[in-house]
C-alpha cells in the first residue's frame, strides 16, 4: 500500500520493533509497512525521533548499526526531564500491573515505558508502534497516542458494482459478454 502524505505526522518517535523492519534488520508481513512509512516521512520531510534506548536496543542487536543520515532521524536522550516523567506517568507498580496482564516480563515494560518517556519529553504527541504493549502504555498518558505504520496508508477506493457503472460502462460490458 502506498502512504498518504496528508496523514503523516509532522514529528513523532518510532519504536524499536518499527526500525527494526523499516531498515530490513527483520522481514516479515509487518516490514514492508515499516518501511513505506519510513520511507514517505523521508520523502516529505518530516522528522522522526529515535530515543536513546532504542538505539541502544538497535546496537545491542548489531555492534555495527548505524543510525540513518538524514534530517528526518534525529535521536533524542533520555536525560532528567524524561526520567521525570517516567517516575511520574508510569510508575512502577502501574508497569508491574502491566506486566502481569500481558504475561511478559517488567523489564519489557520498563523499556517501553523510557521510550513512551522520550516521546512526552520530546514533546511528541504520536508514538509509531506496532505492539499492544504500547497502546497499554499510552492508556495510563492521554496525551500520547499510538499508531502503527498502516495507519498512515491510503484509503483504498471503492469498487464499482455493474449496477453502478455508468450507461457507457455498462454497454461496453454488455457488448464483452456478447462477444465471449
Not at 130 to 148: E, G
Amino acid at each position: 500500500m502506498t502512504i498518504d502524505p496528508n496523514k503523516l505526522p509532522r514529528f513523532c518517535l518510532v519504536d524499536t520493533s518499527i526500525w527494526i523492519h523499516a531498515l530490513g534488520r527483520a522481514r516479515d508481513a509487518k516490514s514492508l509497512a515499516c518501511r513505506n512509512f519510513y520511507e514517505a516521512m523521508i520523502r516529505h520531510e518530516r522528522q522522526m525521533r529515535m530515543a536513546a534506548p532504542t538505539l541502544a536496543e538497535l546496537v545491542r542487536g548489531d555492534l555495527g548499526f548505524k543510525v540513518p543520515s538524514t534530517p528526518s532521524v534525529r535521536v533524542v536522550p533520555f536525560d532528567r526531564r524524561a526520567a521525570q516523567l517516567l517516575g511520574q506517568e508510569f510508575p512502577a507498580s502501574e508497569l508491574k500491573r502491566l506486566a502481569a496482564e500481558s504475561g511478559v516480563g517488567v523489564a519489557y515494560f520498563k523499556y517501553d515505558a523510557m521510550i513512551a518517556a522520550c516521546a512526552l519529553r520530546w514533546g511528541e504527541s504520536v508514538l509509531i508502534a506496532d505492539d499492544i504493549d504500547h497502546v497499554r502504555l499510552a492508556r495510563t498518558v492521554t496525551r500520547l497516542k499510538v499508531k502503527k505504520p498502516t495507519d498512515f496508508e491510503q484509503d483504498q477506493c471503492d469498487i464499482k458494482f455493474p449496477h453502478e457503472i455508468s450507461t457507457v460502462g455498462a454497454e461496453l460490458i454488455a457488448a464483452n459478454d456478447d462477444e465471449g
